[in-house]
């Protein structure tokens, strides 16, 4: 378990809930990823994202999918690639990322409570 943190710290980790729409191979990574593009709304607009998430999940049954992510850390470059928001999820037993997305639906841009 990580240190304790207070209430005005959680509340400064941005997370929304986005749709992606455009998600390709991306070969030049260390390891195994994807490059997602993100939709979150008026508000945020889409951004881009790397994500280790091949284990589970084929490119065709991602574009579509809700998903949570961190859209307020700084850029960060993966490569040859600039991801701007970090996709949430938990890893399995083998170390593979299940992605984290809300079971209704509720608007994409909307902030994780």
């Not at 209430?7 to 390709?24: H, N, S």
């Not at 994500?51 to 700084?74: D, H, M, S």
Request: proline share 6%.
């Amino acid at each position: 378990m990580e240190k304790e943190i207070n209430f005005d710290d959680f509340l400064k980790v941005d997370i929304r809930v986005g749709v992606i729409i455009a998600a390709e191979e991306f070969p030049e990574a260390r390891k195994p990823a994807f490059k997602l593009k993100i939709d979150f709304g008026d508000e945020i607009g889409i951004r881009k994202s790397s994500a280790q998430i091949t284990a589970l999940y084929k490119l065709e049954e991602l574009v579509g999918r809700r998903v949570a992510a961190v859209v307020n850390f700084p850029p960060r470059q993966i490569g040859p690639f600039m991801s701007e928001v970090l996709v949430l999820g938990f890893s399995d037993k083998a170390g593979a990322i299940s992605l984290i997305a809300p079971d209704h639906d509720v608007p994409v841009g909307g902030r994780l409570h």
